[in-house]
């Protein structure tokens, strides 16, 4: 079983940045490829980006490439997505998500993460 909890989201004015970071526990985060994902009220939940257990070249959607960056580190099991040049389209509830079923991620299918934190808020203001 492995436990993820987001933080770091709030509000902040376009153009602004954002850390947000999702701690792990129970098991060895670097056994997870990680994903980041939200979802904005009435839409359906989109992948943000992906990276791979050792946290090489981690792939992002077109919406936010350029902006956003993925990393982890695997000795203090924390995944971090920075986030740079906010939109208010960027408004959403983000989630850190885990799973280990290679056949399937680590990508933008949610059928490959098997575990989910509970969400941080991110608000863009214009």
């Known amino acids: 079983q492995v436990q993820l909890v987001e933080s770091g989201g709030g509000l902040v004015q376009a153009g602004g940045s954002l850390r947000l970071s999702c701690a792990a526990s129970?098991?060895?985060?670097?056994?997870?490829?990680m994903g980041w994902f939200r979802q904005a009220p009435g839409k359906a939940r989109e992948v943000v980006g992906a990276?791979?257990?050792?946290?090489?070249?981690?792939i992002y959607s077109d919406s936010v490439k350029g902006r956003f960056t993925i990393s982890r580190d695997n000795a203090n099991n924390t995944l971090y997505l920075q986030m740079t040049s906010l939109k208010p389209e960027d408004t959403a509830v983000y989630y850190c998500?885990?799973?280990?079923?290679?056949?399937?991620?680590?990508?933008?299918?949610?059928?490959?993460?098997?575990?989910w934190g509970q969400g941080t808020q991110v608000t863009v203001s214009s």
């Open positions: 998500a885990a799973g280990r079923n290679f056949n399937l991620g680590p990508g933008a299918n949610p059928r490959a993460y098997e575990y």
């Open positions: 129970g098991r060895t985060l670097s056994d997870y490829f």
């Open positions: 990276i791979v257990r050792s946290g090489g070249n981690p």
